[in-house]
């Protein structure tokens, strides 16, 4: 069944992709940096806000109702291919048993880690509609097979791992460039790779590590959205269903927290997110974001005991966010930092969860803190030469240190979680759209008792409008 719906998707998205004539993709940068913005792109330089924030409302207003379906449809997307290979175990006793795993061979590994299709449609009178289909690591595949080997009983078999998701799916009522209205599955841009993470938004081959694992990445939820820009500034507030301690773990902190096993989410505790641009600087953009909502009991699982009167689990979120694109260099940088109330208390309930085969539940501690840090900086040598300026060629570096569990005062330590990672590379853009990539990287814990994991990476991305 999950196939068969899969294959549905996919056939439709063909048809009104050959139906609308798909043209070439817009050749000038700021129609293509942030197609996230599915019925308008806008540039992240530019100061016209960040990637999957909102669409070029001016368009909405100059389209009359008169004009035809396909001319009202955006098509575009994003994608990502990449091969690893890992030299060090990836057994999951590695950081329990270190010296049994020291001298462990590599692996290698291939990858679809994001393809995307995003679709959207102007009503006219300032009504736009934005969506987005997700296929995370290839997406899935199962099947329903008769045995003859079992007596010709029904078995069912997974073919394929992934995941696959409606990332977007909004409803927007623009008033006028200051105001508007977002209503509908949105992202919260909170962070720097929430706001940014098209694969062209990034040098490495993966989105960066240490947002990545503590906080959802990329962070969708249900809710509403205002927004607007004025002058140098841009500002987004919104009201999302808050995350579920239930999935808080040790390893990624309120990471999956986000998710849900249901076909529904619960939607015990309404959280609260805000987002703040300045562009006031030639080529510099810095971002302020933050998150705060409580967390405890946000499940179809509860906990009525009196032991847990009055425990919250508020989730508390502060990130700065900056990049700078001028000069053949761009530079990028952010700092996030997280706090869990109750930890203690979370943790005795996720450690007592519904156990067994199908319990989604981890059952692991969780810190009262996380933080990530990471700043990534690349020239383009092509910006030297006039003959090579419709290509770019960056040299890059990266460094980051994350911590996923900063344990409350009494609680065990899992030293393996605080980490840093150096990575070095190249970007080539044989055009804006397209970007090939390769990485060394070299992560490491704090204590030495743990093995360093070092790797190579090569990658193929893009991003951008089919039509537009």
């Known amino acids: 069944m999950q196939k068969m719906k899969s294959k549905l998707i996919l056939s439709a998205i063909a048809f009104l992709a050959l139906s609308t004539n798909p ?4 050749q000038t940068e700021s129609e293509t940096s942030s197609p996230d913005a599915v019925t308008g ?3 992240e330089s530019s100061g016209n806000g960040a990637a999957g924030a909102e669409p070029d409302s001016s368009k909405s207003k100059d389209r009359k109702p008169g004009k035809g379906f396909f001319n009202r449809l955006s098509i575009g997307g994003y994608g990502e291919a990449v091969y690893t290979y890992n030299m060090y175990s990836d057994n999951v006793h590695r950081y329990m048993y270190p010296g049994e795993y020291k001298d462990t061979k590599g692996h290698g590994r291939f990858d679809l880690p994001h393809v995307v299709v995003m679709l959207g449609y102007d009503f006219g009178k300032g009504w736009q509609l934005g969506m987005e289909i997700e296929f995370e690591h290839g997406g899935t595949e ?16 997974i073919e394929r791992g992934g995941e696959v998701a409606l990332e977007q799916f909004w409803i927007q009522k623009t008033f006028f460039p200051q105001l508007n209205l977002k209503a509908g599955h ?4 909170v962070g720097l790779t929430n706001s940014y993470h098209l694969p062209t938004q990034f040098f490495t081959v993966y989105r960066p590590e240490g947002e990545n694992t503590i906080m959802p990445c990329t962070w969708h939820e249900t809710g509403l959205s205002i927004w607007g820009k004025a002058g140098d500034w841009r500002y987004e507030v ?5 995350l579920n301690s239930s999935y808080f773990t040790n390893d990624g902190w309120v990471h999956d927290g986000s998710a849900s096993p249901y076909e529904f989410k ?5 959280a609260g997110a805000f987002r703040v641009d300045n562009y006031s600087v030639k080529g510099l953009r810095m971002g302020l974001s933050g998150y705060i909502g409580n967390s405890f009991n946000n499940d179809i699982e509860k906990s009525f005991s009196s032991l847990y009167a009055g425990v919250k689990g508020t989730v508390m979120i502060g990130a700065f966010d900056f990049e700078y694109n001028d000069h053949n260099v761009i530079a990028r940088g952010s700092f996030d930092y997280g706090h869990l109330s109750d930890a203690a208390y979370i943790t005795r309930q996720n450690k007592n969860q519904m156990s067994g085969t199908s319990s989604p539940y981890p059952h692991t501690p969780v810190g009262e803190a996380a933080l990530a840090a990471g700043v990534e900086a690349g020239y383009n040598f092509f910006g030297l030469s006039p003959r090579l300026k419709d290509q770019k060629f960056y040299v890059f570096g990266r460094y980051e240190y994350y911590n996923s569990y900063i344990p409350y005062t009494g609680a065990t330590e899992y030293r393996w979680t605080e980490k840093q990672r150096i990575a070095m590379g190249i970007n080539y ?15 490491f814990a704090k204590e030495n008792v743990f093995n360093p994991e070092p790797s190579l990476s090569l990658g193929v991305a893009w991003s951008g409008f089919f039509r537009h």
Do not use: C, W
């Not at 043209?23 to 817009?26: E, M, P, V």
């Not at 919104?238 to 808050?242: D, E, I, P, R, S």
């Open 23 to 26: 043209q070439t993709f817009a």
């Open 41 to 43: 792109a806008t540039s």
């Open 142 to 157: 199962s099947a329903v097979e008769k045995e003859a080997e079992e007596g010709g009983e029904f078995e069912k078999e």
């Open 429 to 443: 853009f044989p055009i804006d759209e397209i970007v090939i990539k390769a990485e060394y990287s070299y992560r």
């Open 266 to 270: 619960a939607a015990n505790r309404i």
């Open 238 to 242: 919104l009201a999302v269903a808050g």
């Open 186 to 189: 949105i992202v919260v841009p």
